[in-house]
């Protein structure tokens, strides 16, 4: 009667696709149906460890009733043969706790430690030829990513029943988001879950598996820029991340090292190559260029200049392009120093329109609140909490408040906040080192009161600098007009709002083809991806950018 419901059994399960077979598997005292889709030792281990919430563990081997060991190689001869019996799994000695509490924490009302036995037996059922049981199915990618996702989350899930791992989880449902120090906490648990089981040095895939779950566990903390969204936990091309930082960490106490491989190659950025959004009607031979650069510089017509710039768009890029000749393009091109826009101009002749407004349409609708929100939760700072009250003030209480006066106004509070919220990278161990958001502060924007010679504080300048907001006010919280200096050039910003003149400074690193002040590197890369959508994938971004972003769009 029981081969007679087996063969119904088998009948019922039959559907389109590519075969599997159905294989019966028991873990201690559970017996459970294990399916795979070729007889591989491989595939066989995998799928078991899966099917019975086990995390994936290497150095384990198989034997057959008589002791004899099945390998790869035979696995699928010996799984395919009728009566094969029980095959039992042994792990290394340094292997069994861990797979041993991981199963009972997994199948704590199911499974049974036994008496003292160190191997897991799992029982597989082979019918004769006739009784084979056999599945058609099928295994599209999606549906294997599906099987990964879930993997992966389950392995986060059994890590996190660690102390303090509760806690995380409940910070999670109650707020869609993990506070800085939980999303460390978090980090330590799983890493050194992952080093209990891997080692100090795990291979990429594991690493991966870990990441990967963090975000399917948690989807708010996906970013969704990245390719895969958990970058910012591990980057397996450049070998980044919070979990690889912390594996470097405990890498370095106990002195053993990991060797990578290469990095990729990254090629975005405001000194990048690009294919430009312009094409013009006709490309100027180089004399052509020189009559039009002549006649711009003793030109008073702004619509004439614009034209001609416009006109010599192409073999400005080239300059730019070029290091040697990159230093001169202020020379060759002076009028950038008294017309106003043109900056805007080449940038929009670089992106296009819809890129250029991206920043303005954004910044104010979508990201400024949510920054003074994420700001509100960083540890309180006498710096903070000014530029917080300077955000939330409103026009008429900047005038009446006697102390808003000492500060920026909303729109560029907001916008320092960033440097708060995504703190500059460590300058080595040389000076200036760790650098604080008020120091980076100093490298974005400088007030001086009207009346004021800006040519003295330009003859001030010791040593070539990157891009800096000049503001003439007669106070920080009602600036008249910016400047943009660059390598100890002035050049007038045409809006004469905070947030206008921000975007003015941030387009021209990409007209000028410099590259960002290093404090205020992540900074501007969290503005390039994010807000402009600029080469995005193309940048090193450091996993508090990405971080960031996902709490921000999510």
Same mark, same amino acid.
């Given at each position: 009667m029981a081969a007679i419901l087996d063969r119904l059994f088998c009948n019922v399960l039959l559907c389109s696709g590519d075969t599997i077979m159905l294989i019966k598997t028991r873990i201690y005292n559970t017996q459970k149906y294990v399916k795979i889709k070729e007889p591989s030792l491989e595939e066989f281990?995998? +799928?078991?460890?899966?099917?019975? +919430? &086990?995390?994936?563990?290497? *150095? &384990?081997?198989? $034997?057959?009733?008589? *002791?004899?060991?099945?390998?790869?190689? &035979? $696995? +699928?001869?010996?799984?395919?043969?009728?009566?094969? *019996?029980?095959?039992?799994?042994?792990?290394?000695?340094?292997l069994k706790e861990t797979l041993h509490s991981s199963s009972q924490e997994a199948n704590s009302s199911a499974l049974s430690t036994g008496s003292g036995d160190d191997t897991v037996i799992l029982e597989i059922v082979s019918c004769n030829s006739d009784d084979t049981i056999i599945l058609e199915e099928s295994d599209s990618p999606p549906r294997k990513r599906q099987r990964a996702d879930e993997e992966a989350k389950r392995v986060v899930e059994l890590a996190l029943r660690r102390p303090g791992g509760d806690r995380i989880i409940k910070e999670y449902h109650r707020t869609k988001s993990l506070t800085d120090s939980s999303r460390r906490q978090m980090v330590n648990i799983l890493v050194a879950d992952m080093t209990e089981a891997h080692g100090t040095a795990p291979p990429r895939n594991v690493r991966e598996m870990y990441a990967r779950g963090i975000v399917q566990l948690f989807p708010y903390l996906m970013d969704p820029y990245s390719k895969n969204g958990y970058e910012h936990f591990y980057d397996g091309e450049s070998g980044s991340g919070y979990l690889a930082w912390r594996l470097k960490t405990i890498q370095r106490k106990s002195a053993s090292s990991e060797s990578r491989g290469s990095s990729r190659q990254l090629t975005g950025g405001p000194a990048a190559r690009r294919e430009a959004s312009f094409s013009p009607e006709m490309t100027l031979s180089e004399e052509q260029c020189k009559e039009a650069m002549a006649l711009m510089r003793y030109c008073t017509d702004e619509a004439t200049i614009k034209q001609k710039m416009k006109m010599t768009f192409q073999h400005r890029r080239s300059m730019v392009l070029d290091v040697e000749k990159s230093s001169d393009v202020l020379t060759e091109f002076p009028r950038f120093k008294d017309v106003k826009g043109l900056i805007e101009?080449?940038?929009v002749l670089q992106f296009g329109e819809d890129v250029a407004a991206r920043f303005m349409e954004r910044w104010p609708t979508t990201f400024k609140q949510k920054v003074i929100q994420q700001c509100k939760a960083l540890p309180s700072t006498s710096d903070l909490d000014e530029l917080i009250h300077c955000a939330e003030a409103t026009p008429d209480e900047e005038e009446i408040d006697d102390t808003l006066t000492l500060g920026w106004d909303s729109d560029l509070s907001s916008i320092i906040f960033l440097l708060h919220l995504i703190p500059p990278s460590a300058q080595g161990r040389r000076r200036p080192g760790k650098v604080s958001a008020a120091q980076a502060e100093k490298h974005l924007v400088v007030f001086k009161k009207s009346g004021t010679s800006i040519q003295e504080h330009v003859d001030a300048i010791k040593c070539t600098t990157q891009p800096y907001l000049l503001a003439v006010g007669m106070k920080r919280s009602t600036i008249h007009e910016f400047f943009i200096i660059l390598d100890k050039q002035v050049i007038p910003c045409k809006s004469s709002s905070t947030l206008g003149a921000f975007d003015e400074l941030f387009k021209a690193h990409f007209v000028f083809g410099t590259m960002y002040n290093q404090m205020l590197h992540n900074m501007f890369t969290f503005i390039q991806t994010t807000i402009y959508n600029i080469d995005i994938g193309q940048v090193h971004e450091s996993p508090r950018v990405a971080e960031v972003r996902a709490r921000l769009l999510h």
């Open positions: 281990l995998n +799928s078991a460890f899966l099917k019975f +919430s &086990v995390p994936p563990v290497n *150095g &384990v081997k198989v $034997f057959d009733e008589t *002791g004899t060991e099945v390998d790869a190689e &035979v $696995f +699928s001869d010996i799984a395919q043969q009728p009566n094969t *019996g029980i095959l039992t799994i042994k792990f290394d000695d340094d101009q080449d940038f």
